[in-house]
């Protein structure tokens, strides 16, 4: 069926470390993949995308890595900071629609 | 700020009332798309609009609708509403349709008691 899960709801790391938040998609004939983060009482804000045909995609500090071959997704924060603890969802596209199947969210707490 | 716009912020209102929802897209952007969060269902796609079309639909319910105006802003309408429908609302646009990036206004949270 339609469904974007997340390994982990929760994620707790210290200031500094590098995080990694993981999801996995059902749907083998996903085109485009979304990570957004939102903060309490606020919208999704987009942090990168990645199509389909790629495998890896930077940005600034965050990587994202897409695995077809498992359907797998993660977002790699570099040096996690205190504002980027939030939810933080994947989500994707299919058949070219436009419509965003989000995954459950992750929370990531930063510990000082 | 995404530059989607979303009016109101809160919403309260009683069970059996209709309420209508307003966003305006980014400059430049046609399409409109709606989403309901709720602590049970995560965020889920409503409805597409495309240059004052529709062009998706996904899990919405008869009693809610919407539209999309000329100048391209959107409204959602939501009747004879219900406990359950206590949520946030969250407009997002993009230029197109498609494979593209959709950005997310602040949304409108509405509580029925």
């Known amino acids: 069926g339609e469904s974007v899960g997340l390994h982990l709801p929760t994620l707790s790391v210290q200031e500094g470390d590098n995080s990694i938040i993981n999801c996995a998609y059902s749907?083998?004939?996903?085109?485009?993949f979304i990570w957004y983060k939102q903060e309490s009482g606020k919208g999704p804000q987009f942090i990168i995308d990645i199509r389909s045909n790629m495998d890896k995609r930077q940005g600034q500090r965050v990587t994202v890595l897409l695995n077809k071959t498992v359907k797998h997704l993660s977002l790699q924060i570099a040096a996690t900071q205190p504002g980027d603890s939030a939810v933080y969802f994947c989500a994707e596209i299919y058949n070219q629609g436009g419509k965003l199947i989000f995954g459950q969210g992750t929370e990531l707490s930063v510990k000082p | 700020d995404s530059g989607v716009t979303q009016t109101p912020k809160h919403l309260i209102t009683a069970t059996g009332q209709r309420v209508t929802l307003r966003c305006s897209p980014r400059?430049?952007?046609?399409?409109v798309y709606w989403y309901q969060q709720s602590l049970d269902q995560g965020l889920q796609f409503l409805i597409q609009?495309?240059?004052?079309?529709?062009?998706a639909k996904g899990n919405i319910l008869e009693r809610f609708s919407a539209q999309q105006f000329p100048d391209l802003h959107s409204e959602l309408n939501l009747s004879s509403l219900e406990l359950g429908d206590s949520a946030l609302y969250f407009c997002?646009?993009?230029?197109?349709?498609?494979?593209?990036?959709?950005?997310f206004g602040p949304g409108t949270r509405l509580l029925v008691l």
């Open positions: 749907n083998s004939a996903s085109d485009y």
């Open positions: 609009y495309y240059n004052g079309e529709e062009r």
């Open positions: 997002a646009s993009s230029p197109y349709t498609g494979m593209e990036t959709q950005y």
């Open positions: 400059s430049g952007d046609l399409s």
